[in-house]
């Protein structure tokens, strides 16, 4: 079991960032690529952005490509996610996810066996 608590998330002014964290326990925290997802109001919950085990690979959705930073220390068992440049749109529920190294990448929410409970952020215009 991987337990994830994710925090940073509040209410911000358009153009303004946000750094959100991601802090697991349980199993051993490298040994897990770290994904972000979102879900806003009467949608979907959809992929961010994600980061390999070792942290040397990252990938992002288009939406948030050049504005968005996902990153990790292994030694603090977090991962963050480092948002610039916010939009109105950019408003939901920000959840991280654990997916176990060896089952490879994914940008899908089935993908990931581990969530956390999630953290409000909200982009006023």
């Known amino acids: 079991q991987v337990q994830l608590v994710e925090s940073g998330g509040g209410l911000v002014q358009a153009g303004g960032s946000l750094r959100l964290s991601c802090a697991a326990s349980?199993?051993?925290?490298?040994?897990?690529?770290m994904g972000w997802f979102r879900q806003a109001p009467g949608k979907e919950r959809e992929y961010i952005a994600a980061?390999?085990?070792?942290?040397?690979?990252?990938d992002y959705a288009d939406s948030v490509k050049g504005r968005f930073t996902i990153s990790r220390d292994n030694a603090k068992n977090t991962v963050y996610l480092q948002m610039n440049s916010l939009k109105p749109e950019d408003t939901a529920v920000y959840y991280c996810?654990?997916?176990?190294?060896?089952?490879?990448?994914?940008?899908?929410?089935?993908?990931?066996?581990?969530w956390g409970q999630g953290t409000q952020v909200t982009v006023s215009a």
């Open positions: 996810a654990a997916r176990y190294k060896t089952l490879g990448w994914s940008t899908q929410t089935v993908g990931y066996e581990y």
């Open positions: 349980g199993r051993t925290f490298s040994s897990y690529n």
């Open positions: 980061i390999s085990w070792s942290g040397g690979n990252t």
